[in-house]
């Protein structure tokens, strides 16, 4: 590298830190959402791909001006739709650090340190679970591909390959929809998958499915397998661990827990006991991108027992026979489904070793008071309802002024999450419950103040009464 390259790149570097730091400190007054107009997209189509190299900074400016600039902002403190992901800076400048050095994180002759930590970051999550010392784990990219991990080894546990056209899975109506999609990666058919109801709190009927799981072993079936979640992503809601557990021991299934969004309270020695439970479960899945605060690409799948890992996934090619391994040495391409992985543990680590547990926790329960605030505004104004109590950081809610029927409600409440997002205050969207559209907040930033809080809900209201004015405009038009 010669000197003008080496200075380039070191100029880029302060600046991308420069203005990664100055839209850190002023997200608060940012868009939430910022959507790229017609010409910023036929600007980009038409950069196309240059001969000749171009200045960094130029193509820095571009991507920071075109492309960044176009997003809906997941860490704005008032970004409350999906899961948001609050990535704390030290997460950011953990994965400068690791791309910097770039380890392959699939054996332990390529990453012995990175391996040991990986090792040693599942262990403490194991703990938090309250698993055995018998568990382990390991990293992967999101919440789809730990489910999918869990889902295959569930599978290769309780089935013979002869039976895997007659497994059956359980699911219920607020399992998040990557496990149906997963289900149907792993060959199954729509015909393997049972949705199980769900109460008035939106968690598992464990009454209907224990009567499915005794239907299906009746004609023959090989049931194995039960999704439970432990934070449902429509509610916060958490399946009755206790009782699906004791089914799945009574049954001989495999429990899995999806906890991708509320296996963060697991380190809330506050709040950890919602979560009761999850310790009977052969597998949970947790991501890190979402409550623990990481930048994206790093979740975790936990199990029991973590021999069946390796019994699941290994493979012995010739190639990879040299990268051998002693006890307790890793070589995480045989506990997953990845050969090449990047090290998506160490981010964790360096943010728990910098900020500390305590103030994790801290971090964590924070977003569970987010959503209190929201309730008790909300409960202010006498034409909203309360459609799910504030738990685990959600809120659901919906605009029922009795100057209107369902079918108009069903039309001002996606308006008003729309004006939101016009707005560019906050992020509000929809979802549908009990055949109901309504707002949902998901408030898990840890910066977010009760002001973001009670601001937002009367923004919302506005644009209610705005909406409902406009409504009421059209409708006596039409008479
Ligand atoms: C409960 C739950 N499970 C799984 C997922 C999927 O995770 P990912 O988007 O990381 O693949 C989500 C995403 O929001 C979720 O809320």
């Excluded at 108009?408 to 729309?418: F, G, M, P, R, V």
Aim: aromatic share 10%; with cysteine; hydrophobic share 35%.
């Amino acid at each position: 590298m010669n000197e003008s390259m080496k200075s380039e790149l070191y100029q880029s570097i302060q600046y991308i830190a420069q203005s990664y730091l100055s839209s850190y400190e002023s997200v608060s007054d940012q868009r939430a959402v910022t959507i790229a107009d017609k010409e910023t997209i036929k600007r980009l189509r038409n950069i196309g791909f240059p001969k000749t190299g171009r200045p960094l900074k130029s193509v820095i400016d571009e991507m920071i001006d075109e492309v960044y600039a176009n997003q809906a902002i997941m860490q704005h403190p008032r970004f409350f739709a999906f899961v948001p992901s609050p990535a704390t800076p030290v997460s950011w400048l953990a994965d400068v650090l690791t791309y910097s050095y770039n380890p392959h994180a699939g054996s332990w002759l390529q990453s012995s340190s990175a391996s040991c930590i990986e090792q040693e970051v599942i262990q403490w999550l194991c703990q938090q679970a309250g698993y055995p010392d018998s568990a382990g784990g390991l990293f992967v990219s999101g919440g789809s591909m730990s489910n999918l991990t869990a889902l295959i080894t569930a599978r290769n546990v309780k089935l013979t390959e002869n039976e895997y056209a007659d497994g059956i899975a359980y699911l219920s109506g607020q399992t998040h929809s990557c496990v149906t999609r997963n289900l149907r990666i792993m060959g199954l058919r729509s015909e393997q998958i049972r949705n199980i109801s769900t109460d008035d709190e939106y968690r598992m009927n464990v009454t209907q499915l224990e009567q499915e799981i005794i239907k299906d072993i009746k004609k023959g079936k090989k049931p194995f397998v039960v999704v439970a979640t432990a934070g449902t992503t429509n509610t916060g809601s958490v399946d009755p661990l206790h009782d699906i557990a004791d089914l799945c021991e009574k049954y001989d299934l495999w429990m899995h827990v999806d906890g991708a969004y509320g296996g963060s309270v697991l380190i809330s020695p506050k709040y950890k006991h919602l979560l009761d439970g999850i310790n009977r479960a052969d597998s949970i899945t947790w991501d890190a991108h979402k409550w623990l605060f990481q930048t994206y690409g790093c979740s975790m799948i936990l199990m029991k027992e973590e021999r069946h890992l390796i019994n699941c996934f290994s493979t012995h090619p010739e190639y990879l026979k040299d990268a051998v391994t002693e006890n307790d040495q890793r070589n995480y391409w045989d506990w997953g489904p990845e050969l090449t992985r990047p090290a998506r543990s160490l981010k964790l680590w360096f943010t728990i070793q910098a900020l500390g547990t305590e103030k994790l926790s801290q971090m964590v329960e924070h977003g569970i008071q987010l959503a209190e605030w929201a309730e008790s505004e909300i409960k202010k104004y006498p034409e909203w309802e309360i459609i799910t109590s504030a738990q685990l950081a959600i809120v659901n809610f919906r605009y029922a002024s009795y100057h209107f029927d369902e079918h108009e409600l069903e039309l001002i409440n996606a308006k008003i999450s729309q004006k939101m997002i016009e707005d560019g205050f906050a992020c509000v969207l929809t979802t549908k419950l009990n055949g109901k559209t309504v707002l949902r907040i998901c408030a898990i930033h840890p910066d977010a103040t009760e002001a973001d809080m009670r601001n937002t809900i009367h923004l919302l209201n506005h644009y209610a009464n705005e909406t409902g004015s406009e409504y009421k405009k059209q409708n006596i038009s039409k008479k």
